[in-house]
């Protein structure tokens, strides 16, 4: 009986988090989104109002920040995701050069960065890019005004998120390519191919679930982004890079009345993006990787 047992002791804890933390709420958002709510009285069914506004009402408000606020997540995620891919596979490969000495250490400073929290990442680079103070002024002599004019505002915002975000997706796939035979690049070698036949015929067929996993969850994640832009350029200039989630949190957390339900309606539509785009993501790489 203990025995039986055993693995619910275990799983059991997780279970709750994932409960409490996730399914829940996402259950409690789903039905909110089809209410009136404003986080102090219950939610008043509504049906599908909330996403006909957000779709189709083009004199709305909330649809206008719906679509803004998408498109500069689509496009804060076509600058990112392919960098915050290119660059570790990169580095990772570099790393694992014969010729080159303290891997670990590099390892470990390029990892660094992320564990450096958004908002104090965001202060170091905001002092940097600092017209009066930074960096960028003083020593390069720069007079470019990052935070307020495009497209420096978005340069900079880039810049933190490439910063704080090779290292998790290098140690990937530094631990991918190490588990790659060295048969097959002893193979290439006896067959004459360079560095770059190795890599493209070798090091990427190998490596291809490793590379779908974190481009899947990368771009996942950069749909989700909210911290870079909110404390780098408070989503200007001129709500140029107001992105979908911070719509989301002024319209359910900003000042005055809450509108949560409108909020929740954006935050599945959101949802529905992200599955359906991770969706293709899989299925179009794995095609090609088989």
């Not at 909330?50 to 076509?78: C, E, M, P």
């Not at 200039?237 to 911070?246: A, D, Y």
């Amino acid at each position: 009986m203990k025995r039986k047992l055993m693995p619910a002791f275990f799983v059991g804890p997780h279970l709750i988090l994932f409960l409490v933390f996730v399914l829940i709420p996402t259950v409690y958002g789903i039905y909110a989104s089809f209410t009136q709510w404003n986080l102090n009285s219950d939610p008043v069914w509504t049906g599908l109002d909330n996403y006909r506004t957000i779709l189709f009402d083009s004199g709305s408000t909330f649809h206008r920040q719906f679509w803004n606020g998408l498109k500069n997540t689509l496009l804060f995620v076509a600058m990112s995701v392919p960098l915050l891919i290119v660059i570790p596979l990169m580095v990772a490969v570099a790393l694992e050069h014969k010729k080159v000495k303290m891997k670990g250490t590099i390892q470990a400073i390029i990892y660094v960065p992320g564990l450096i929290s958004i908002s104090a990442a965001a202060l170091i680079w905001s002092l940097i890019f600092n017209k009066q103070l930074g960096v960028s002024s003083n020593v390069f002599g720069s007079d470019a005004v990052w935070s307020t004019t495009q497209p420096y505002a978005w340069m900079i915002i880039i810049i933190l998120t490439i910063w704080g975000g090779v290292g998790g997706n290098m140690i990937i796939y530094r631990a991918s390519i190490n588990g790659v035979s060295k048969d097959l690049y002893e193979a290439g070698d006896i067959d004459g191919a360079g560095p770059i036949r190795k890599f493209f015929s070798i090091t990427l067929p190998s490596i291809r679930f490793p590379l779908i996993y974190t481009f899947v969850m990368t771009t996942a994640g950069a749909f989700n982004v909210f911290g870079q832009p909110l404390m780098l350029t408070d989503g200007g200039p001129r709500e140029s890079t107001t992105v979908l989630m911070m719509y989301i949190r002024q319209l359910a957390f900003g000042h005055g009345d809450s509108i949560a339900g409108m909020a929740s309606a954006m935050a599945v539509l959101l949802g529905v993006v992200i599955l359906v785009i991770s969706a293709l993501q899989y299925y179009v790489m794995n095609r090609n990787a088989n």
